[in-house]
């Protein structure tokens, strides 16, 4: 079993829809989470990052963690056929200094919107 | 704020050539910086993490000999392809970890770098 599982995809929605990304997690250790956007032949760009349970919200993008259920999500209100790209989780046991803080990756969610 | 550069974006070599890929924080300091590697469809496969001055570490089955890295400074790590062969045409990601979270700051990643070794 891999440490984040998140659905590959891919998810096409219409223009202006709500977009619903979410991950799973088992290492109970992670505590920061953060949401990347990769364009295609382009480098992840960070959109969200958050260490709480609960939501967190920037513009169309709300983040949601529950560290009880080991679930994240992120919610893209209002899409647009610019948010089509692959949307990466990722999570990190450490938040203090030491060590790589290496993150550990969902596979990605490749989303469409479409006109 | 946070921006990280790549250079080049795009090389193709011929075999047996070295390559070297430079990854800049153009904003602020990077005391951790980390190289990937990333293959059509897949998501990121960590190859080495590097501390300002200090040796990388790399991840199991990455050969170091083969992929330098070097951190000089808080602002520039370079990654070497020695004698590139196709099987190492891939796309390059460097991300670095600084600013005014420190340790707590999340991992901002360059555009890439895609090498083609024919």
């Known amino acids: 079993q891999k440490e984040v599982e998140q659905d590959p995809g891919p998810l096409s929605v219409p223009e202006g829809a709500i977009v619903s990304l979410n991950c799973t997690y088992s290492?109970?250790?992670?505590?920061?989470f953060m949401w990347y956007r990769q364009y295609s032949r382009k480098g992840p760009e960070l959109l969200m990052y958050t260490y709480s349970s609960g939501n967190k919200e920037d513009g169309r993008f709300t983040a949601q963690v529950d560290k009880s259920s080991k679930y994240i999500s992120l919610f893209i209100r209002d899409s647009q056929p610019s948010d089509s790209a692959t949307y990466l989780c990722?999570?990190?046991?450490?938040?203090?200094?030491?060590?790589?803080?290496?993150?550990?990756f969902g596979t990605g969610t490749q989303l469409k919107v479409e006109l | 704020g946070a921006v990280v550069s790549q250079h080049p974006s795009r090389v193709i070599c011929k075999s047996g050539t070295s390559v070297k890929i430079e990854c800049r924080s153009l904003?602020?300091?990077?005391?951790?910086m980390f190289w990937y590697r990333q293959f059509p469809k897949q998501s990121l496969m960590l190859m080495a993490t590097s501390n300002e001055g200090s040796k990388a570490t790399y991840e199991q089955g990455v050969e170091k000999d083969k992929f330098l890295i070097n951190h000089a400074s808080l602002t520039l790590s370079t990654l070497t392809v020695t004698s590139a062969h196709p099987e190492d045409s891939s796309f390059y990601i460097c991300s670095a970890r600084g600013g005014s979270g420190g340790a707590q700051s999340p991992q901002y990643f360059g555009p890439g770098t895609r090498l083609l070794v024919l």
């Open positions: 290492n109970s250790a992670f505590q920061y």
């Open positions: 904003d602020f300091q990077a005391t951790t």
């Open positions: 990722a999570m990190t046991p450490w938040g203090v200094t030491g060590g790589g803080n290496k993150l550990t």
